[in-house]
């Protein structure tokens, strides 16, 4: 039996095993995989920014950024992910900015096929990235609440009166952006279709009965409070949440994409998702169909659909790249700044980012959560955005995607993949890669 000296070696090896006894698609995947690490190693299908600064400069090794790069490259090894794009800035400055991997797979698994023009990821590759949508729309929503146009207090009944039924009247604009507003799911036997008819969306939702109505209850609302939440401020300003989110925060921050679906003149550019892993065994699987509507493999196969791209799910469609969500978590970060330009205001950053609550059981993810009126948080000693992150503030997106930023390490971070997967080999580079981060950046405290 060889030795390794590093686990990584050690893992490598187990989940390249692991990828040929799994599924079509780690086969087919870890064809694509050895091909150019046999060769000129990852170097073909990688994309680094020639903007990253010296991390030196930042009190950094080169060594500790390596080692973060290190933890991708075996993430995207993993077989689970056809892409890993990176993106952390440091006090402002561009620490690492980095991709790997295919934004398609050829059918063949053939790994000359895959090295065609347009497979390949790239810095500029945009992607889904799903449930952290709701950053964003909880950031727009916390504009209306500066503007003067709504407060979160008021019930969603006071903009929107059909909500009331079946006793929702008290439910309140902040409940819902908590998850706390009882409504976490739509009904078992919809088809994840429905999503592209917001108007039916909005009827189920106003004749549902809710689990509570008193915001004592904590299940995240995966999909649900993003109809909601724009419902009421389509209300209010007389616009759509797409053009309102293009006015606020798109345009303000310069971005390329970062928009609800993908316009049709990205759609060529856009990462395909593929669900990947052992299928999620009973009863994770029970709990992925509760908060999705759909197991991996339908999210999948809607979200490279057309209607998907045309669509707008205010809590899980904003396509953009890792750069782009880095940045917006950076201008929240900076107390609500961008380029000299106050995007927010202080009070809505913090009003976006205090936690609601206490640390509770999730009754639809069935594990204990900390949540902020729009954002998931972090903890100590060990949280969603890696060890003692308690200050954190962020989102995750179809269980493989994070963005954060964390005001105690000053740092802002997207790390967006494409593959779906829940229970599988590339849990430990993928939790290898949240501590090393939080480990090379350290806390303000520690120094």
Request: charged share 20%.
């Amino acid at each position: 039996m060889p030795s390794y000296t590093d686990p990584l070696q050690l893992y490598s090896s187990v989940s390249q095993g692991l990828a040929r006894s799994s599924n079509g698609f780690l086969r087919r995947q870890l064809n694509l995989l050895e091909a150019p690490a046999n060769a000129a190693g990852l170097a073909n299908i990688t994309d680094i920014d020639p903007n990253e600064v010296d991390p030196e400069t930042l009190g950094i090794s080169r060594d500790g950024v390596e080692s973060i790069w290190e933890a991708t490259t075996a993430l995207y090894q993993s077989g689970t992910q056809p892409a890993v794009t990176l993106c952390i800035r440091k006090q402002g400055k561009l620490l690492m900015h980095r991709a790997i991997g295919h934004a398609a797979l050829p059918e063949s698994g053939d790994a000359e096929s895959a090295a065609t023009a347009g497979s390949r990821i790239r810095l500029d590759t945009p992607v889904c990235i799903f449930s952290a949508s709701k950053a964003v729309t909880g950031a727009l929503i916390h504009k209306l609440v500066e503007d003067g146009e709504i407060s979160l207090s008021d019930p969603v009944s006071f903009y929107r009166p059909e909500f009331a039924e079946r006793g929702k009247g008290d439910i309140t604009i902040h409940q819902i952006l908590s998850h706390r507003g009882g409504i976490p799911g739509l009904p078992a036997h919809e088809p994840v279709e429905t999503l592209y008819d917001d108007e039916r969306v909005w009827r189920l939702l106003c004749e549902a009965k809710p689990i509570a109505v008193d915001g004592g209850k904590l299940a995240y609302h995966a999909i649900t409070g993003g109809f909601v939440l724009a419902k009421v401020l389509e209300k209010v300003t007389g616009n759509s949440i797409q053009n309102y989110l293009d006015t606020h925060l798109r345009k303000p921050l310069g971005m390329k994409y970062f928009q609800y679906g993908l316009a049709e003149e990205f759609r060529d550019k856009g990462a395909v998702n593929v669900a990947a892993g052992p299928s999620t065994p009973f009863p994770l699987s029970l709990v992925v169909k509760r908060a999705l509507g759909a197991s991996f493999k339908e999210a999948a196969r809607i979200s490279n659909g057309e209607p998907w791209h045309n669509a707008v799910v205010p809590a899980g469609n904003i396509y953009s790249t890792a750069e782009e969500t880095s940045r917006f978590f950076q201008m929240l970060l900076q107390g609500g700044r961008w380029n000299g330009q106050q995007v927010l205001s202080e009070r809505s950053v913090q009003r976006l980012t205090e936690e609601v609550g206490t640390c509770s059981i999730d009754r639809t993810m069935l594990i204990p959560m900390r949540y902020s009126a729009g954002l998931m948080l972090g903890a100590d000693p060990v949280g969603l955005f890696g060890p003692f992150s308690k200050q954190a503030f962020g989102h995750i997106g179809l269980i493989n995607k994070f963005c954060w930023a964390d005001p105690q390490r000053n740092i802002s971070v997207s790390l967006l993949t494409t593959g779906l997967s829940l229970v599988s080999h590339h849990l430990l580079p993928l939790g290898l890669i949240l501590k090393r981060i939080n480990s090379v950046c350290e806390r303000n405290d520690q120094r």
